[in-house]
């Protein structure tokens, strides 16, 4: 079809990309991998309580499912009509977090419980240029703004065994879709569905100051509100290690693989699955050992098929009454 007016066919398709782009941002599930450090899979030998505050940083564009980051879209050949789209998509976050290590033992484990309310800044400066054959017939800039009180994350179930130098750990954390949601609102802060992880981690300490961690998390998702959809499961394989110095630093390397393992479901619902994988470091300063520290996170994603991801940094403080 021939549009004389080239801003019309850009109009119908920014008011898809909306959408796309919505749907897109959320059908991720809720779990990011290594976003723990190795030890903090497990409890402690010491109850007591520990506050931490994170600000996360991320830059992301979509990669589609050959792992291309996907900023062309090609209308038509004859006439031949596509549009250019330039992404700047960035997503801010405030975690607080609470975490709470019991006395005494279950099931001859030492258990515990956390809390993640978490509130999220999504932005994005998008600019669509329109191409009529070799003249550039148009452009349109749209920002999205929006800041709210992200999906609020509880672990009610968290249970360690350690032995010598082995520590077994395993954990049910719940997703609540508390964010700010609305079908195909491009300033969704929330997810709109419950999600179910289920997680378990091994550590080894081949000597006291170095460790090695594993975990394999499992992430169930329930029906998304207001639409016919249902995400996928989502496997993720976390692996990292760390060295602990005298006074209580700490640095360690990550890095792990995520995989959609089951059909999207509902009427849209996507045949493709998507996949990601990430490698990232960190390092842990205590001021007063044991009391008050600052950490900081740095991870790069790679092998990115039908998601948003990028580069991401973390900072933090952390203080415990232990």
Do not use: C
Not at 13 to 25: C, M, R
Not at 159 to 180: C, D, F, R
């Amino acid at each position: 079809m021939f549009y004389k007016n080239p801003l019309v066919p850009l109009k119908f398709f920014l008011a898809f990309l909306l959408i796309v782009s919505g749907t897109k941002l959320q059908a991720q599930g809720h779990y990011t991998g290594s976003s723990f450090n190795p030890n903090d899979y497990f409890i402690p030998p010491s109850p007591g309580w520990v506050f931490s505050l994170y600000y996360s940083y991320s830059k992301q564009d979509f990669y589609n499912n050959s792992g291309d980051k996907s900023d062309k879209f090609e209308i038509s050949q004859s006439p031949p009509l596509s549009i250019e789209l330039s992404q700047n998509v960035s997503t801010s976050s405030i975690i607080p977090m609470i975490l709470y290590f019991g006395k005494g033992k279950i099931l001859n484990a030492r258990w515990g419980a956390s809390l993640l309310p978490i509130a999220n800044k999504p932005n994005a400066s998008i600019v669509l240029d329109f191409y009529s054959g070799q003249n550039n017939a148009g452009e349109q800039v749209i920002n999205i703004n929006s800041f709210g009180l992200g999906d609020f994350y509880i672990q009610p179930i968290w249970l360690t065994w350690e032995k010598e130098n082995l520590a077994t750990s395993i954990s049910y954390g719940l997703w609540m879709p508390t964010g700010k949601y609305k079908t195909n609102s491009p300033e969704n802060v929330g997810l709109g569905y419950w999600s179910h992880n289920f997680r378990i981690a091994s550590r080894i300490k081949p000597i006291p100051k170095i460790s090695f961690t594993t975990a394999l998390t499992y992430e169930l998702n329930s029906k998304q509100k207001g639409i016919d959809y249902i995400e996928g499961s989502h496997l993720t394989y976390d692996i990292s290690s760390s060295y602990n110095f005298t006074m209580g630093h700490e640095i360690g390397l990550y890095g792990y693989s995520t995989w959609q393992t089951s059909n999207d479901k509902g009427e849209k619902g996507s045949e493709l699955k998507d996949k990601i994988y990430g490698i990232g470091a960190y390092g842990s300063y205590w001021f007063i050992p044991g009391k008050i520290g600052v950490l900081a996170r740095f991870t790069d994603n790679f092998g990115i098929r039908n998601r948003y991801a990028g580069l991401s940094v973390q900072l933090g403080i952390n203080y415990l009454l232990l």
